[in-house]
């Protein structure tokens, strides 16, 4: 491994551990405790990164990252029969997600924007997106099923962006744990109903 890509990768560990030690909180991260912490010199973040932000977005990126990578909702093997609807499965790994999105709100924030900003076919949204894909099990259009994952996460992520507004704009308070799976319940309901309908329009051609 080159000289530069040891330091890039050693300054991306320095600051990944920053955020995990405040929580993510990245107001109390500067450039100048980075480089303290690295042992390098403060132009070498604009250097390596263009600036502590990008730095930052990319370690927090690292971190849902790994994080999704590892988010096995409920059960250990996400095919193994686990008695519940496909509907009902769904409900419960995105309130999972949702929760997590609640319970890290500045590195969520980050991550969440930072996709919006430059959406990826291998962006921490659309792995979210794959992984509500496992929880639909029974025979429905390929098309059909990316299009509900798809709509379920993007409202998701919308709705945690617009948390601190959410009541007076969806008539749910976020940061209550029941209204939180309310929210999920009825979305993911209503996306339902949607599919339902479609093959029922199908079916009557």
């Known amino acids: 491994m080159r000289d530069n890509e040891k330091v890039k990768n ?24 980075i480089a303290e912490k690295a042992d390098i010199g403060l132009g070498s973040i604009n250097y390596f990164f263009g600036s502590k932000e990008n730095l930052i977005t990319e370690c927090v990126q690292k971190i849902i990252n790994n994080i999704l990578a590892g988010f096995t909702p409920d059960i250990t093997d996400c095919s193994k029969s686990d008695g519940l609807s496909d509907k009902m499965r769904l409900i419960s790994w995105a309130s999972q ?96 109903c949607g599919i339902a309908g479609e093959e029922d329009s199908r079916h009557a051609e």
Do not use: C, P
């Open 10 to 33: 050693h300054i991306i560990e320095i600051t990944t551990g920053l955020i995990e030690k405040y929580n993510g909180d990245t107001k109390k991260i500067t450039a100048r405790l």
């Open 97 to 192: 997600v949702f929760d997590f999105l609640f319970e890290n709100k500045a590195i969520a924030n980050i991550s969440i924007l930072s996709d919006m900003q430059n959406y990826l076919a291998d962006s921490n949204s659309v792995y979210t997106q794959k992984g509500f894909a496992f929880a639909i099990r029974d025979n429905k259009n390929e098309e059909t099923k990316k299009l509900l994952v798809f709509i379920l996460a993007s409202a998701m992520q919308t709705a945690f962006l617009a948390k601190n507004a959410a009541k007076e704009i969806l008539g749910y308070d976020l940061y209550s744990k029941a209204e939180r799976d309310l929210f999920i319940a009825n979305t993911v309901t209503m996306l339902f």
